[in-house]
């Protein structure tokens, strides 16, 4: 783009090949040299820095259309490209939601404009997520579409989940399921647990998105198609992903950073920054994800990042809306709690994730010549202290305010374009 040359400098390449200390230059949207004192026209400096394949986000609520004081396209790409993500997945709960091709290319072409990572719009199962009619998925699909959920909700009918699997397998596409059977959670406002008796207030009990995990693992085993557990939350859930992998169905899951880091006895205070759907659960659930997420059951580290409106987020908990704020805090999360070493955390945000989305031809990739130049460098160390102020989304609903971790991306590159330099969006 006559930018001409780009050399990251003094860092440690770590992509699914292992680790070796080289410079990086990248010219045309491509990785054109790997080596040793690489010059070029301008200079990212990586020194004491991971330069590692971009990173891909499986779940991101971006609330355009319909939204936008919360968040936009373009904001919440922003606080993505700052998080060290060159792509995401937009989750279909919009007003309208993404069950037709004018709003799923309308995201699409919102997410080119902004021009800071990918955005791939996820498609609608159900028209208006109603759980009633299937959405056109062949056109959808057909446009480019590869992950399909209803997410915010699950699809309740289990004839038509098994209908959406047979369609979904014919077309080559995957769904997403938010699991979660709604009989059992209406009017939940946190995990049923001994915090949410103490408080006196509805649960969503554990079992509600159990029995949608077990049901779906075996509308897969019957359907042969693949499915996409979003969020997975309780001890057991992960437990029943682990033993349908054990059989070799064709089963993966994501896990959010809340729910490896944060648990339900936070709402005693009846904060509503701590309201999220599937709950904060309980300690053992956390050290259940976390396993599942060591051992490999879990594939990704999705954020749900989530953004509302102070007006909303500050209702009582009863009334305020379920949802975090992720982009911007999840690679220092998953460093700091995780205990994983860094090439573990990396599959966990990057190739792994890009695989599900079936984006695994251009992020992901190795860092090698000839490879599209998606690219995240981040300083694994370096402490910082999370403020809701510094954050480029347009909502302020973090649950970290205040916390310090560890690990800050430095530079994104989307598209051979340094998007973020020295932490600071470049547009
Ligand atoms: O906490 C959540 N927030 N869970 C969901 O399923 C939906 C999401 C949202 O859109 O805010």
Redesign the pocket.
Known sequence: MGLGSTVIKGGTVLDQRGEKRVDVRIEGGLVTEVGAALQGDRMLDASGCIVSPGFVDLHV?LREPGREEAETIETGSRAAARGGFTAIVAMP?TEPPHDSLAVVEMVRRLGVQAGLCEVLPSGCITINRAGEVLAPMAELAAAGVHIFTD??TGVQDPLLMRRALEYGKSLGILLAQ?CEVSRLTEGAVMHEGGCCARLGVPGWPSVAEELMVFRDIELSRLTGAPIHFLHLSTAKSVDLVRGAKAEGLRVTAEAAPHHFTLTDDLLNGFDPIFK??PPLRELTDVLAVKRGLADGTIDAIAT?H?P?APELKEMPLDQA???MLGLETSLALSISELGLDLQQVVALLSWQPAAIAGVADRHGRPIEVGEPANITVFDPNLAWTVSAAGLASKSRNTPYAGRTVRGKVRHTVFGGTAVVIDGEAQR
């Open positions: 609520h709960n997410d915010g938010h999220v759907n749900d989530a509302h809306p379920p949802g």
